[in-house]
């Protein structure tokens, strides 16, 4: 290694060190490209995708309907057994029986989000909800009944 | 080979010969994820390195075969979580090749479009830990400033940020969001601005290119023989990149290059990655403005009942060849499934690499390999 | 115009005044044990919690922010959890001398705190070879390592002290070489003469290059000496877990990491002094107002302001590079640092003796 080799390897050297330095330097002294969400705090303005996956929801309108047949596709499409649907049958005004959902049992301990069931539902009565906040202290309290108490079938949904 | 009884015995300070036997992982800084590495050390020279694997065998094959078609593909996005599109993509076509499933347009090119961001988003935390192994600790965090706006425009379309099972047999699951071609092409362009620092920061560091260059030599021959693929065989100079060589969805249409580098050592294996990370940016701007309008995903039945048969799909995630062997005996389940982890084979590959070299050049050759470890493991 | 000078001066009549000579003796050691321990517990937490709103905001984060107004009391709350934490002894270690190490590591740091002078006139011990003492004792922090090292029973211990060692030894070399230079510049061992000889100007400054050089040098060397990023072989958690202090936790811990900020404040303290004139004020040649501006501030602040400005340099190094390996740490030392520093030495000699210095 000549000496003309030697400096030029400490020159290039340094030259490279500062240049990195100059660009944690620059962030050092603009605060402004932090990125950090303070995210307990920020609650009230988080923004959640629309599509997020938090967990499966079922939506009841004003007169608390819902849209499900309890035909069981979810249960069947989910992976995992998340979805436990109970129907019972009903007795219709012209005195037919029709089977009808009774509970909808959903256990969000074991749900992955992977979104099949509401892919599976051809009434689109369960849907995808943007709640992520499922922490509780007792498991049992993950194990969620979706159909309101005294809800019913929409009308005309077959 | 190392025995139990090994692990038990030794608080003695020294082996045999002098030689110092010491465990890094599970629990340890450096592995990423729960590998074990049982390292036989002579001073600080490596002599012997074995993987000790196991530590999250989920059985995913053995599972897959009581799951249906549909089902499950969103398991193959915990193997590597960290190219779960791509996976999911494998998986997608696979089934499709068996139904003879004819995919939209749209949706290849909304595939392709999301596994070049994984792929971006992959290689983004590969530089952050890659640098965090050397003890560079702020890279990591402007890396994962871009890969967070990855996160988002995957949260928009697919409703997820790491395990997105978007891709479903017939096309994707929903159709793009309609920001999606904005915030794409947000990124790139942030993308393109912010590379510069890890090259200021990084890749022309002269104490980062010591520490890389001329460590954990893999010959084209060894390359071979040890079954590695994607960016680890391409830095020995080894053409595999399975989106050249068979390509799938729309890759035969797009204008990129095979990224190869021939040095063999850590250094080729990085200058890989960050080169690949153009590449897809390359792709992504060619396909952004061209998503052909249509359907985003084909009618399929409700329940999918491949032919009796025997099915294979390889697709290139960001660590290599990922292969879905599905045998099919005409049920709503599949009989077998054997997924072909790239992670894997190229784990294989760091004892060859690392022996004779410093601790400190085997965390620096580990890191180079990009391994998931639930992708080893399965 | 505040001075500390002022302050002690008091004290020592007050008490000369009221006490017979052994008596001061004993009043002020007590007087030094407590502001010591004061200092040094002071440091420690201020130190961290710098290291840690550096590090945040080089790495776009917001750093602690939780406990107490912007995050002022973390460290005060870590301490609290350290002391309350049980200090384990492993079952092989050696335990006289695992206990016994990180005190060892933390004597060593308070006895470098003797000759440093912090403000015009406040210093502990005067000593006429200042320099000598320095170079002399910041070497027996090896000693604290190595033994913590051996006495963990623990291969990644052992491993960690062995690099610091090899690291010490080597990179105390360059760094007495830098003081070295000053020393021939001021022609005094002693703090005092030293801050003094630049009264009229910076040695970094009045030195012309060899002096930057010598900066330069001394501020790698003590980044090596002090076991920080990029040198911190000796604990390098991506491959020794935690090298030399992998088995220490609570307070025993505490005390290692406390004397890792104390020995930065030391070495930087000392940079300081030689090269940036301790607590002397910036004074530019015949500018007589903007000089006599500058003696406005007080000498303590001076002090503290260049320290921690070097603190700065120090913690903005470890933030941004990568680890070096262990063979390429000796090759920094004995391929460039020492031959440049050597070179370098017989240039300050040369500028020395001509006169050339300002």
Redesign the interface.
């Known amino acids: 290694m000549s000496v003309k080799e030697y400096i030029q390897n400490v020159y290039n050297g340094v030259t490279s060190l500062l240049k990195g330095m100059r660009k944690t330097g620059y962030y050092f002294f603009h605060p402004k490209e932090i990125i950090t969400q303070q995210y307990p705090d920020n609650r009230s303005t988080l923004q959640l995708a629309e599509r997020f996956r938090g967990e499966v929801v079922m939506p009841h309108d004003a007169s608390n309907e819902h849209a499900c047949t309890g035909c069981t596709a979810c249960e069947l499409a989910c992976p995992n057994g998340t979805i436990k649907i109970i129907t019972r049958f009903d007795t219709t005004p012209e005195g037919k029986k029709k089977k009808a959902l009774d509970t909808f049992i959903y256990h969000l301990e074991l749900c992955t989000m992977c979104n099949l069931c509401v892919e599976a539902c051809p009434t689109d009565a369960i849907k995808m909800a943007q709640n992520f906040e499922h922490s509780v202290f007792d498991r049992s309290k993950l194990t969620k009944k979706l159909n309101q108490p005294g809800s019913k079938i929409r009308e005309g949904v077959e | 080979m190392y025995t139990e009884t090994a692990i038990i015995s030794d608080n003695t300070l020294a082996g045999p010969e002098g030689e110092l036997v010491i465990n890094v992982g599970p629990q340890h800084p450096a592995t990423h994820g729960v590998l074990h590495l049982v390292i036989t050390l002579q001073g600080e020279t490596v002599k012997k390195i074995e993987p000790h694997l196991g530590y999250i065998h989920r059985s995913i094959e053995k599972m897959c075969e009581s799951l249906s078609y549909r089902q499950f593909i969103y398991v193959t996005s915990r193997m590597d979580y960290l190219s779960s599109h791509i996976n999911n993509l494998g998986c997608a076509i696979c089934v499709e090749k068996s139904m003879q499933i004819e995919v939209p347009q749209r949706a290849k090119v909304i595939r392709v479009l999301m596994s070049e961001l994984t792929r971006i988003a992959s290689h983004e935390l590969w530089l952050g830990a890659m640098a965090m192994d050397l003890g560079a600790f702020t890279p990591f965090f402007y890396a994962f400033r871009e890969r967070e706006m990855i996160n988002e425009i995957m949260e928009d379309s697919c409703g997820a940020r790491l395990t997105m099972n978007y891709m479903v047999p017939g096309g994707v699951m929903y159709d793009i969001h309609p920001q999606f071609r904005e915030k794409t092409k947000a990124f790139v362009k942030q993308f393109k601005q912010k590379v510069v620092e890890y090259d200021d920061l990084v890749t022309n560091n002269i104490i980062f290119q010591n520490r890389m260059k001329g460590v954990g030599i893999l010959s084209k021959e060894d390359a071979i023989s040890f079954g590695c693929t994607g960016p680890v065989a391409r830095g020995s100079g080894l053409s595999c990149d399975t989106r050249k060589i068979f390509p799938y969805e729309v890759y035969a249409d797009v204008d990129f290059d095979e990224v190869l580098e021939t040095g063999c050592d850590s250094f080729a294996r990085y200058m890989v990655r960050v080169r690949e990370m153009h590449q897809s940016i390359r792709i992504i701007e060619q396909l952004i403005d061209n998503i052909p309008e249509g359907d985003f995903q084909a009618k399929t039945k409700a329940v999918l009942k491949p032919p009796k048969g025997e099915f294979y799909q390889r697709v290139e995630t960001a660590r290599g060849e990922f292969g879905v062997y599905i045998v099919s005996e005409g049920g709503t389940t599949p009989y077998r499934i054997k997924f072909r982890s790239p992670g894997f084979s190229n784990l294989s590959a760091l004892d060859h690499m690392a022996r004779g070299s410093k601790i400190g050049d085997l965390m620096a050759t580990m890191g180079t390999l990009d391994l998931v470890i639930p992708d080893i493991d399965r | 115009m505040f001075s500390l000078e002022h302050i002690t001066n008091e004290v020592q009549n007050w008490l000369s005044s009221n006490f017979s000579s052994g008596w001061v003796l004993v009043w002020e050691c007590l007087i030094v044990i407590v502001l010591t321990t004061g200092l040094f517990a002071v440091l420690g937490l201020v130190l961290v919690l710098m290291e840690r709103k550096?590090?945040a905001?080089?790495?776009?984060?917001?750093g602690p922010n939780r406990v107490g107004p912007r995050g002022m009391l973390q460290t005060v709350a870590d301490t609290l959890k350290l002391v309350m934490k049980e200090g384990l002894t492993p079952d092989?270690a050696d335990k006289f001398l695992f206990n016994l190490a990180p005190f060892l590591v933390m004597m060593v740091a308070m006895l470098l705190l003797a000759p440093i002078a912090f403000a015009r006139g406040f210093q502990l011990w005067d000593i006429n070879i200042g320099v000598l003492y320095i170079s002399a004792v910041s070497s027996l922090s090896v000693i604290g390592i190595l033994m913590a090292g051996w006495a963990s029973?623990n291969?990644?211990s052992?491993?960690g002290a062995m690099?610091s060692g090899a690291q010490i030894v080597s990179y105390e070399l360059s760094a007495g070489m830098a003081v070295l230079s000053i020393v021939v510049l001021s022609g005094s061992l002693q703090i005092t003469e030293i801050i003094q000889s630049q009264q009229n100007g910076w040695w970094l400054f009045k030195g012309h290059i060899p002096a930057v050089i010598a900066f330069v040098v001394f501020i790698i060397a003590v980044t090596a000496e002090t076991n920080r990023?990029?040198f911190?072989?000796a604990e390098?958690?991506?491959?020794?877990?935690a090298g030399f202090h992998t088995e220490y936790s609570g307070m025993k811990f505490a005390l290692f990491f406390l004397a890792e900020y104390i020995n930065i404040f030391i070495v930087c303290a000392i940079g300081a002094t030689l090269f940036l004139g301790g607590w002397m004020p910036l004074h530019i040649g015949s500018w007589g107002g903007f000089n006599h501006l500058m003696d406005y501030i007080p000498s303590s602040i001076w002090f503290l302001g260049k320290t921690f400005l070097l603190i700065f340099l120090i913690m903005?190094?470890r933030?941004?590079?990568?680890?070096?390996?262990?063979?390429?740490l000796l090759a920094l030392e004995w391929k460039?640092l020492l031959p440049?520093s050597m070179l370098n030495l017989l240039l300050v000699t040369l500028i020395a003796i001509l006169g050339w210095h300002f």
Do not use: G, H
């Open positions: 550096v590090a905001q080089i790495q776009i984060r917001l092989l029973n291969k990644y052992l491993l690099r990023a990029p911190d072989l390098a958690e991506s491959e020794l877990t903005w190094f933030w941004t590079f990568p680890r070096l390996r262990v063979d390429q460039y440049i």
